[in-house]
């Protein structure tokens, strides 16, 4: 078996707990409301800030670690504020955003290419959410309530991931090659 680098181990459990409070946390609550039989209930929406977490776990950790910690961090914040309906979803697309931008972010050596990944990251979330309110809710108008607010976040959140995707992996650069020359 192979033994487990606890310096890994303790960046992956910080992105995780970061994500849950940045996405639990930084957030505004969408008054949405569906059907259920015949009363109406909250739909769960809020837009939240917690995708920038999905960038850094992406650049910090790589996909299949980014991936676990995106989606079981923005689940369980959706567990904590009380989004359960979209616990499933969030699963889904947040660990789907998170594969991608694991798999592309390599690849940005410009600013065209920065912003290209990070909008077709934030493309799978609108995207993601609105056939997951369809699916699942089969209400339309939660699906199209919804668009404009997913996009409003994705624009935030990806401009923010843009700038991390040009930026980060220098400053990680930086800081492999300061500790190691402290070493010798």
């Not at 800030?49 to 961090?73: H, K, T, Y």
């Not at 699906?143 to 992996?169: D, F, S, T």
Request: glycine share 10%; hydrophobic share 50%.
């Amino acid at each position: 078996m192979k033994s487990i680098d606890k310096r890994r181990l303790i960046v992956t459990i910080l992105l995780l707990v970061l994500t849950i409070a940045v996405t639990a946390l930084l957030r505004i609550d969408c008054n949405f409301t569906r059907q259920v039989g015949k009363t109406e209930v909250p739909a769960g929406t809020y837009v939240t800030l917690g995708d920038a977490c999905i960038f850094l776990s992406a650049l910090i950790l790589g996909g299949p670690w980014a991936a676990l910690v995106s989606a079981v961090g923005c689940t369980l914040a959706d567990v904590f504020v009380g989004s359960y309906s979209y616990i499933l979803g969030t699963f889904l697309i947040k660990g789907g955003m998170a594969l991608f931008l694991g798999t592309f972010v390599k690849h940005c050596d410009t600013w065209k290419k920065c912003f290209v990944v990070a909008a077709i990251a934030e493309g799978i979330m609108v995207l993601g959410y609105f056939i997951f309110d369809l699916v699942v809710f089969a209400q339309y108008s939660i699906a199209a309530q919804e668009i404009p607010v997913n996009l409003a976040q994705g624009l935030v959140c990806g401009a923010l991931g843009a700038v991390l995707i040009r930026y980060l992996p220098q400053q990680i650069k930086r800081a492999r090659g300061e500790e190691k020359r402290r070493v010798h």
